[in-house]
């Protein structure tokens, strides 16, 4: 991943529920300087905002007021969000598929009860 100044760099498909990248994307956020935001609920992988981002989108990062707003029209997320559809599992038998199937997004503590 090439981190350059003004830019930021999503990775989709991570977190509790998309069960990918999590080791890597850790190590990565441990070493850039400036802001660093290491999730986002509710998360890409179950359809949250953040799953509508694309390549070139403006994104507005406010650490006073903890919030990140995606510069993006209204109709055009609105034709994202309709185009949108769930990703495949990326494991669909096992432990990790369990835990996938039950646990809960980071904001509500990634509980699997």
């Known amino acids: 991943m090439d981190l350059k100044q003004g830019t930021i ?4 498909g991570t977190g509790e529920q998309g ?3 999590g ?12 802001i660093s935001v290491g999730h986002i609920a509710p998360e890409a992988f179950v359809g ?12 507005r990062i406010d650490t006073d007021g903890r919030t990140l707003e ?10 994202r969000r309709t185009a949108w559809t769930a ?3 990326k494991y ?17 503590g990634a509980t699997t009860w």
Request: proline share 8%; no cysteine; hydrophobic share 40%.
């Open 9 to 12: 760099h999503h990775v989709a």
């Open 19 to 21: 069960i990918e990248n």
């Open 23 to 34: 080791p890597a994307l850790a190590a990565k956020l441990s070493g850039p300087k400036g």
């Open 48 to 59: 949250g905002p953040i799953a509508l981002l694309a390549d070139g989108d403006s994104v």
């Open 70 to 79: 995606m510069l993006v029209d209204d109709g055009e997320l609105t034709r």
């Open 87 to 89: 990703p495949e599992p």
């Open 92 to 108: 669909t038998q096992g432990a990790l598929a369990k835990y996938a199937r039950t646990v809960g997004s980071a904001d509500t």
